[in-house]
């Protein structure tokens, strides 16, 4: 992977706060709003099938997050402006652990001693409606910003979300390259190659995307977004959110299902999936249960952008459970320790299994063996999330956070995977 040179923190910081002086310099400065996260992510995860090229990666690196908010001007159009400055620092790692997503790393797998980037958004707003250009972080159906390493991603381009038709929010949407949570570079768009089942060098000059979310009734959403990214792919969601009181607490549903075929000029290869998931759950006195099923088919993997998060119910740390007609079922445990007079200490367990995988079109030894034997592939997965947030006093604010699964897989790496974050956030 090529890289910017890159720019110290000092650097970065000035940027922002530029950017925060000129609003500022326009009467913005009433409401905005400052932050600085520092993130510290040690990642470790072991293939337990001894991968030749590489049976471990593992890296411990320290984040800088500046977040800058301005308000708005007055009049009818207000205007503003936003600005997030990020720098990562190595802190340990080597050529044959390289790779885990928190630091870049060129052709000899070594990873950068630090890297930064920033991402500058203007923004407009008129009645309940606002525009974005610039720097992204959409956390949408279709455009799912990813934020579970030591930088976010971002994407360029611009967004328009309105709620001056309530109860019914609208989004549009067109963003044409990214900066990936692990890279400096401005790169085109790509679609996840799924393990070999769509072209990795395949890029789209854009995406556009939009949606309406409709308040039918106080505890239910219906959706439905569109997508399509340029000479690749097109993908359509629709998407049902509800929730009641049911006795002393609450139940929760939501499904979503998301149909996919090719663009254009298909430079990605074929697309042909459906893809349709679902959660069910009930919660009391700290407790949450739920459960659910996903299930896919088609010729094809489930087709999303490279590096950004599914939005599926079966994803997990390791696997996604979404390849081409892959079945899956899970069940997840919640538990709120408030509730027991330790505020800010929860805990959370899931259990997924998958089976049903059509091997054809995966591109690792195991699927190969699969096929001659003219076998289906299947895996299993289970997780752990305990997160402690201090309250008050000095230290509020400060999180530890320990993330903990193990994957089994006869299609793939088997993988052991940990991730401790400690993380502090201070209002500036």
Aim: aromatic share 10%; hydrophobic share 35%.
């Amino acid at each position: 992977m090529t890289t910017r040179p890159h720019r110290s923190l000092n650097t970065v910081i000035c940027l922002c706060l530029a950017g925060g002086a000129s609003s500022a310099s326009a009467g913005l400065i009433e409401d905005a709003k400052a932050s600085l996260e520092l993130r510290n992510f040690y990642y470790s995860r072991d293939f337990r099938d001894g991968t030749p090229s590489q049976s471990k990666r593992e890296e411990w690196a320290q984040g800088f997050i500046l977040n800058l908010q301005s308000g708005y001007s007055e009049g009818p159009v207000g205007f503003g402006m936003d600005a997030i400055g990020m720098l990562g620092i190595k802190l340990d790692s080597s050529p044959d652990r390289s790779g885990t997503g928190l630091l870049p790393r060129g052709a000899d797998k070594r990873a950068a001693d630090d890297y930064s980037k920033l991402a500058v958004t203007a923004k407009a707003r008129i009645a309940a409606s606002e525009l974005r250009i610039g720097g992204l972080n959409p956390v949408l159906p279709l455009m799912a910003s990813n934020n579970s390493r030591l930088l976010p991603q971002v994407f360029n381009g611009v967004q328009l979300v309105s709620r001056d038709l309530d109860p019914l929010t609208l989004t549009l949407g067109r963003v044409d390259s990214v900066k990936l949570r692990d890279s400096t570079n401005s790169e085109d768009l790509s679609v996840t190659t799924q393990f070999g089942g769509y072209a990795a060098s395949a890029t789209g000059d854009h995406q556009i995307y939009g949606g309406v979310d409709y308040q039918a009734l106080p505890g239910l959403v219906l959706s439905f977004h569109a997508s399509e990214l340029d000479d690749i792919f097109r993908r359509d969601y629709y998407g049902l959110k509800f929730n009641a009181p049911v006795g002393a607490g609450k139940a929760f549903a939501e499904m979503r299902y998301f149909d996919a075929r090719g663009s254009g000029r298909e430079l990605a290869g074929d697309v042909d999936n459906r893809t349709f998931s679902s959660n069910f759950g009930y919660s009391l006195h700290g407790h949450a249960l739920s459960a659910g099923y996903q299930k896919g088919s088609g010729d094809t993997a489930f087709a999303y952008l490279t590096g950004t998060d599914t939005y599926l119910f079966g994803e997990m740390l390791v696997s996604t459970f979404s390849l081409a007609n892959e079945r899956a079922v899970y069940a997840g445990y919640g538990y709120d320790f408030a509730a027991l007079g330790i505020p800010g200490l929860t805990l959370n367990l899931r259990y997924v299994n998958g089976d049903d995988v059509d091997p054809t079109n995966i591109a690792t030894s195991k699927s190969a063996q699969l096929r001659a034997r003219d076998e289906k592939g299947h895996e299993w997965e289970r997780s752990s999330d305990i997160i402690y947030v201090v309250q008050s006093g000095p230290l509020k604010n400060l999180s530890l956070r320990w993330r903990n699964a193990t994957n089994r897989s006869n299609y793939a790496d088997s993988a052991d995977e940990n991730r401790v974050i400690l993380s502090y956030v201070i209002s500036l």
